[in-house]
């Protein structure tokens, strides 16, 4: 069956550096998302991709956030300057019909 | 936006024991959906069940959508149930809006 797939299930690093998490979405799906939870709390939308666009973000998604569709595979997102509140576990989802199917996620944590 | 609770937050059982799982959102929805996030952290998906009901195995899930609220049913409860589970609703747009989750260790 297919699945959403993440690339790094964990990644480390120091305030201010930039990271990109990676996604490859379900073939054929057209819609895109990105979610986070940080640790003991609910899942939030961050951003949601259609058509080569953003086509909604949350408060939560600001300046520091950004999201490319680089290929016809992957979808990135990347986090410019990142913040001690930025560690959160990180999910992709993609969307066919109406069903979201998330990928395991990338676990961040920021020092 | 719309909200979403669920209820009970906690939930301990014995193996075997069955249960059932609430959520209530607050608006018109036109998208339901139920996960369930193992200890590793993965969602997995349960259930697409905007209205009626459905069943995969011991689970089942049943959607009233006019009275705005889905129940997840577990019967026969076992440790790999363990996790917690949420709800998770669209209303405008395409985004999802999680519920708080309700926590479930099943113990042998």
């Known amino acids: 069956e297919p699945e959403v797939t993440q690339t790094p299930s964990h990644q480390v690093t120091q305030m201010g550096q930039e990271v990109i998490l990676r996604c490859v979405p379900i073939?054929?799906?057209?819609?895109f998302y990105w979610y986070r939870q940080i640790l003991g709390q609910k899942v939030e939308f961050l951003v949601s991709?259609?058509?080569?666009?953003?086509?909604?973000k949350s408060e939560i998604f600001d300046d520091q956030f950004s999201v490319e569709r680089p290929d016809g595979s992957n979808f990135t997102l990347k986090i410019r300057s990142t913040k001690l509140e930025d560690s959160a576990m990180y999910f992709c989802?993609?969307?066919?019909?109406?069903?979201?199917?998330f990928g395991p996620g990338t676990r961040l944590l920021v020092l | 936006g719309i909200q979403v609770e669920q209820s009970p937050p906690d939930l301990i059982l014995q193996e075997g024991a069955n249960s059932t799982l609430r959520c209530n959102f607050s608006?018109?929805?036109?998208?339901l959906q139920w996960f369930h996030q193992n200890p590793w952290g993965q969602l997995i998906n349960l259930f697409y069940?905007?209205?009626g009901t459905k069943q995969n195995g011991r689970l089942s899930a049943t959607t009233v959508a006019t009275e705005r609220y889905s129940l997840l049913y577990i019967s026969s409860s076992q440790t790999t149930d363990s996790g917690v589970y949420f709800c998770?609703?669209?209303?405008?747009?395409?985004?999802?809006?999680f519920g708080g989750g309700t926590r479930v260790l099943v113990k042998p």
């Open positions: 989802a993609s969307m066919m019909g109406e069903t979201q199917y």
């Open positions: 073939s054929n799906h057209l819609y």
């Open positions: 991709f259609y058509n080569n666009e953003i086509s909604e």
């Open positions: 608006d018109s929805v036109n998208n």
């Open positions: 069940i905007p209205s």
């Open positions: 998770a609703v669209k209303a405008a747009g395409n985004k999802l809006t």
